[in-house]
């Protein structure tokens, strides 16, 4: 009998400023996919530390958590689990501070600096794209038209 489970992730959009604009920074996964890095919160933690944790694992970078940018959800089926998932994700606007993407997961397969309009098309999932438009709105509103 397959069963019904609820699973809450938290996770990121990295930005910093170079001389071509703001870029972010996104993961590459299984299946040649390209994502926001997430994962899921732990005992004991809130949304806000799984999201640092999780870029920092995932991506090697480090930053300064700005703002929440907000919050998606779908389904999925598990066949290891015979498990059908209702998953929410969190997501915060995070800014670069320090680390390297040369130093992301072993599971992630590359991270890649995006100038943010290219991200938007680059993201697979359109929930995701979604998150990355709400961050240009937020960036674009704080940091003027410099984009
Ligand atoms: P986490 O990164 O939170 O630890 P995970 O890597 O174990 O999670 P998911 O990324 O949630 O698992 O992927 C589980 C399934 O859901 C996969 O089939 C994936 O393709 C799909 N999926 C992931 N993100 C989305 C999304 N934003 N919209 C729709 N389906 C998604």
Redesign the pocket.
């Given at each position: 009998m397959s069963q019904v489970k609820r699973?809450v992730?938290s996770?990121g959009v990295t930005f910093r400023k170079s001389d071509k604009g703001i870029e972010v920074a996104l993961i590459r996964?299984r299946?040649g996919?390209w994502?926001l890095p997430?994962?899921?919160i732990n005992k004991g933690e809130v949304p806000e530390e799984t999201a640092l944790r999780?870029v920092r694992e995932e991506t090697g970078l480090e930053g300064r958590l700005i703002d929440k940018l907000g919050d998606?959800e779908?389904w999925?089926f598990?066949k290891e689990d015979q498990t059908k998932?209702h998953?929410f994700?969190h997501f915060y606007l995070i800014e670069y501070e320090r680390g390297s993407i040369d130093d992301h997961d072993w599971e992630v397969e590359e991270v890649k600096w995006f100038p943010v309009e290219d991200a938007i098309k680059t993201l697979s999932?359109?929930?995701?794209k979604e998150i990355m438009e709400k961050a240009i709105v937020y960036l674009k509103r704080t940091l003027g038209h410099s984009l």
């Open positions: 699973q992730s996770g996964i299946a996919r994502a997430k994962g899921l999780e998606i779908y999925y598990s998932y998953k994700v999932y359109k929930s995701e």
